[in-house]
């Protein structure tokens, strides 16, 4: 399977914090308001997803399940692309029931939403797709969930995933040393080949560029992706984060921050 398309930069293990899904919770219904217009890398993730389902032969889902649907970014995609679904089941942490309703008001399609965390709450049917995007990098086991997956799949069913890999927001990560634990492509598709035929794996690199790491840190918080500690930075702290990233991720176009999108697509053995 493919490499980033970019030369890999040694940075700093940092310390991996064990995501508290309370606090997940807490920091992405706060920044709902916001997440629209800040989730650059998450249309961009979202828009690519759909295209390899696609590429890859599921053209008519009609039972279809979401995980981690946050406000309707990939919902609305799918009601657009996919007029054959009967039935959008769509699954958060935080209850955007209403939002997602708002966002799918133009569509002859009413979603049914199931509140809580996927990896805990039963499912009520079996599907011809499921699907996430921007999502499982968050949870605690992802190979017990990919197994149960497999059990609400319809024969032939697709399972469809987008998450971030090990160089996700590695300047930040550098720099704080707080970050998640990315595991790697080649890790992820081991854990599907138990369950799945893989139709489709990649990875790539995407840089964004910030004027100042103020307006990286307020990016974060404004798609809730600052949920890994819960802790207030010291005024110090802060000013020495400040200080190395201009020193360390400065260059013509700004102060960079680095996304590691990995896109799988798999089949029901």
């Known amino acids: 399977m493919s490499k980033p398309d970019r030369t ?3 940075v700093a293990r940092p310390l991996y914090m064990p995501t ?20 650059h890398i998450q249309y961009r993730v979202a828009d690519r997803l759909l295209d390899l389902v696609e590429e890859s032969g599921c ?3 009609q039972d279809v399940l979401e995980i981690g649907c946050c406000t309707g970014l990939l919902s609305r995609r799918l009601a657009a692309r996919f007029p054959s679904i009967q039935t959008l089941y769509c699954n958060d942490l935080v209850d955007f029931s209403v939002t997602i309703r708002e966002k799918l008001g133009g569509h002859a399609l009413s979603p049914v939403f ?18 996430s995007s921007s999502t499982f990098h968050w ?3 992802l190979p017990t969930l990919l197994a149960k997956l497999r059990n609400h799949l319809q024969p032939g069913g697709f399972l469809a995933f987008s998450m971030y890999g090990p160089e996700n927001l590695r300047e930040v990560r550098e720099i704080s040393g707080i970050g998640l634990e990315y595991p790697d492509l080649a890790t992820v598709e081991d854990m599907l080949a138990d369950h799945y035929r893989l139709l489709h794996s990649s990875q790539h690199l995407e840089e964004f560029f910030f004027p100042d790491p103020m307006a990286i840190l307020q990016h974060l918080r404004q798609t809730g992706v600052n949920s890994v500690r819960s802790t207030r930075w010291s ?15 400065s260059g013509d176009q700004g102060l960079s921050l680095t996304y590691h999108p990995m896109y799988l697509v798999a089949r029901l053995c």
């Open 8 to 10: 890999h930069i040694e």
């Open 20 to 39: 508290d899904k309370k606090q997940i919770g807490r920091r992405f219904a706060r920044a709902a308001a916001t997440y629209d217009s800040q989730a």
């Open 59 to 61: 053209t008519r889902p």
């Open 114 to 131: 199931l509140p809580g965390d996927i990896e805990t709450i039963d499912l009520p049917a079996h599907f011809d797709l499921i699907i």
């Open 139 to 141: 949870l605690h086991d």
């Open 235 to 249: 005024k110090g702290r802060l000013q020495r984060f400040i200080e190395a990233y201009r020193q360390r991720f």
